[in-house]
């Protein structure tokens, strides 16, 4: 009996046999794995830049007597400190 293999189930067979890593397509997402790894990186470094700034704010704003760690213009009063 003849089976006529269509082109998508070849390249499923060949997928199967091929060793790891030899398909375009390991290739293509081993790529988007580095790249999402970078933004995930760019994202941890963003984080860590804003909480660090918060806190010498707030370090700031307590050295220069504010107890409340907020130094500067009162918008709630229009106090100046």
Do not use: E, N, W
Request: proline share 6%; hydrophobic share 50%; charged share 15%.
């Amino acid at each position: 009996m003849y089976v006529k293999l269509s082109v998508s189930t070849f390249l499923i067979f060949a997928g199967i046999v091929a060793p790891p890593g030899a398909t375009p397509a390991a290739k293509v997402a081993r790529v988007l794995l580095q790249v999402t790894g970078m933004g995930f990186g760019i994202y941890c470094v963003a984080a860590i830049g804003l909480f660090l700034a918060g806190v010498c704010v707030r370090v700031r704003g307590r050295m220069t007597g504010d107890p409340a760690g907020r130094a500067g213009h009162d918008r709630a009063t229009g106090d100046h400190p």
